[in-house]
């Protein structure tokens, strides 16, 4: 049966709001090498720079979860930190980060996360609560290095007829462009260097039967990365001061996809996209320069 968002369950879960927890780690190298070999960045490989490149910070604080409190879905089941929400679908829909100062590969720093808001919305294909994350990044000695919002949906399981989001045609005018292939291969290693468990990204019968996708899903965290990674590539020296994305539609590893973007006249802001092999847009992105 699906499950039901009810008044009393939606109370409940909004207590979890204004909970923090915090952790402490050291940002090896190794992580960061190894990201630049998958994006294929030899220029960014381990020694070559000391500075973490825009969004790479996501190799690290990872969830450590044991594997006996994995949920099927190869998420941790949630109930501990997070708000027991009882739909089993989970998707990083889309965030808000904004960079205060450049961080250093072998600093020590406090990751803080505090729930912000849990909401809840009924859809066309049922219900839907969306948890917004904020995760405040700083240096042992207090200095504020990042601040991040992260947006969580958790949504029904699929059913059969359940209707599909209306496309949208993505903009022709970009003024750069890069085609990405997501094989099996890539999304393996980046599920592997994010200690990502769900099984949509590795495991086809899983994606296909049980999530109804169609094929294995890629990654949103790694399409706005790689769209992170194209303002680097075409404005070589630039400094990302905050980038906003949200996901619009699952990028399949099916068909290769293609990133687009745009400098706006000012020199100062990026709009960024991603689009699939019929030009539907999957991903809106905005980035701004220092």
């Not at 992580?31 to 825009?54: F, V, Y």
């Not at 592997?192 to 990204?201: D, E, K, S, Y």
């Not at 790689?226 to 303002?231: K, R, S």
Request: net charge neutral; proline share 8%; with cysteine.
């Amino acid at each position: 049966m699906t499950p039901r968002i009810t008044p009393e369950i939606l109370a409940d879960l909004c207590t979890w709001e204004g909970r923090s927890e915090s952790r402490e780690e050291v940002l090896c190298s190794a992580p960061a090498g190894a990201l630049a070999a998958t994006l294929d960045r030899p220029d960014l490989m381990e020694g070559q720079s000391s500075t973490l490149p825009p969004l790479w910070h996501w190799l690290y604080f990872l969830p450590q979860a044991p594997q006996s409190e994995l949920g099927a879905d190869g998420h941790p089941r949630t109930g501990g930190f997070l708000p027991p929400v009882p739909l089993p679908r989970r998707m990083w829909a889309g965030g808000r980060i904004t960079w205060h100062a450049p961080i250093q590969l072998g600093e020590r720093l406090r990751k803080t996360t505090t729930i912000v808001s849990v909401r809840h919305k009924s859809g066309r294909s049922g219900d839907l609560v969306f948890l917004v994350l904020r995760h405040v990044f700083t240096r042992a000695h207090g200095v504020s290095l990042i601040t991040e919002e992260q947006d969580l949906v958790y949504r029904a399981p699929a059913q059969p007829g359940d209707p599909a989001p209306q496309p949208q045609a993505a903009t022709a005018d970009a003024m750069w462009s890069r085609t990405i292939v997501p094989d099996p291969v890539l999304l393996f290693r980046y599920s592997a260097l994010t200690f990502n468990g769900h099984r949509i990204h590795y495991d086809r019968p899983y994606a296909t039967d049980v999530e109804g996708y169609g094929g294995l899903v890629v990654h949103g965290p790694l399409i706005a990365t790689l769209l992170a990674d194209l303002v680097s590539r075409e404005l070589s020296g630039a400094q990302l001061r905050s980038f906003s994305f949200r996901a619009v539609r699952p990028l399949l590893d099916l068909n290769a996809f293609q990133l687009c973007g745009k400098l706006a006249r000012d020199g100062k802001q990026v709009e960024l996209w991603s689009r699939d092999h019929e030009g539907w847009l999957t991903m809106q992105a905005q980035a701004a320069l220092e």
